[in-house]
């Protein structure tokens, strides 16, 4: 929700279905007839998603770095008894992630966004040796971090950690 604070999550019970690049349009007309519910327990870590179960979805991790769009969206116009789910959108098909309510489904976006910005920032400042381009990028990490609705100890060791880093390689 709006103004709502949660904390960094790391694991939790998902339902999760895969929706591959030629079925969304048919999925979204024959709603759940062609679509299929996982019951996973995810685990975040700061590279991977990964199941517990290691079946369907999850026999193999999924890397953060592959993740093209993070986003929430509603799906209750092709799925009946889901609102809405956190949409991850790769080029091979979109991963969708319901959790039990709003409440838990906006902590699994935003922690999911957070380790995404993180990870990305942390890839471009090993790409990079410009003082101006690493202040750039530092800077807009601790932006995300100040806007984030995330209100976690973990979100300012991730910022103080890159900082830090960078200070000792300079």
Request: charged content about 20%.
């Amino acid at each position: 929700g709006i103004n709502a604070e949660y904390g960094l999550v790391s694991s939790g019970e998902l339902q999760v279905s895969h929706v591959s690049p030629h079925k969304r349009v048919i999925g979204k007309v024959f709603g759940s007839i062609n679509r299929r519910w996982e019951k996973h327990t995810v685990v975040l870590t700061d590279t991977q998603l990964y199941s517990q179960e290691k079946y369907g979805i999850f026999s193999m991790p999924i890397f953060l770095d592959l993740i093209q769009h993070i986003d929430v969206v509603t799906v209750s116009t092709w799925e009946p008894n889901i609102n809405s789910a956190v949409q991850l959108r790769f080029t091979d098909g979109i991963v969708l992630l319901q959790a039990n309510g709003t409440y838990e489904r906006d902590q699994w976006y935003h922690s999911l966004l957070w380790k995404f910005n993180v990870l990305n920032r942390k890839k471009l400042l090993k790409m990079t040796s410009c003082p101006e381009i690493i202040a750039k990028e530092l800077k807009a990490l601790v932006n995300i971090a100040l806007r984030s609705q995330l209100h976690d100890p973990q979100v300012w060791t991730d910022c103080l950690v890159l900082i830090s880093n960078q200070l000792n390689v300079s």
